[in-house]
């Protein structure tokens, strides 16, 4: 059963910071690009951030640089975002996302909530 769940999520106020996990389980993640994504009602889902598996890169979408770190430890088959000095316009639903390597195969989780307001 392969599966991603993220887990973290809540309100917080503005400047203010969460650490979203995303655990995968029925696959390891060590050959997999990991992302996270996020959607607002009404929008489109956005990539957040992207981390790759054998040489580490990161990437990150312009309204998030500086304040969020995507991290992963194959290890514990996980994936992390670190969200510093939150903004009202990062609320969404977050999702993270397993891409396989030379691969079309793609794993979504359920997503998680992060509420940023005062």
């Known amino acids: 059963q392969v599966q991603l769940v993220e887990s973290g999520g809540g309100l917080v106020q503005p400047g203010g910071s969460l650490r979203l996990s995303c655990a995968a389980s029925g696959f390891s993640t060590r050959n997999y690009v990991l992302s996270w994504y996020r959607q607002a009602p009404g929008k489109e889902r956005e990539l957040v951030a992207t981390i790759t598996s054998i040489v580490v890169n990161t990437n990150y979408a312009d309204s998030v640089k500086g304040r969020f770190t995507i991290s992963r430890d194959n290890a514990k088959n996980s994936v992390y975002l670190q969200m510093n000095s939150l903004k009202p316009e990062d609320t969404a639903v977050y999702y993270c996302?397993?891409?396989?390597?030379?691969?079309?195969?793609?794993?979504w989780g359920q997503g998680t909530q992060v509420t940023v307001s005062s």
């Open positions: 996302n397993a891409k396989r390597i030379a691969s079309t195969t793609n794993y």
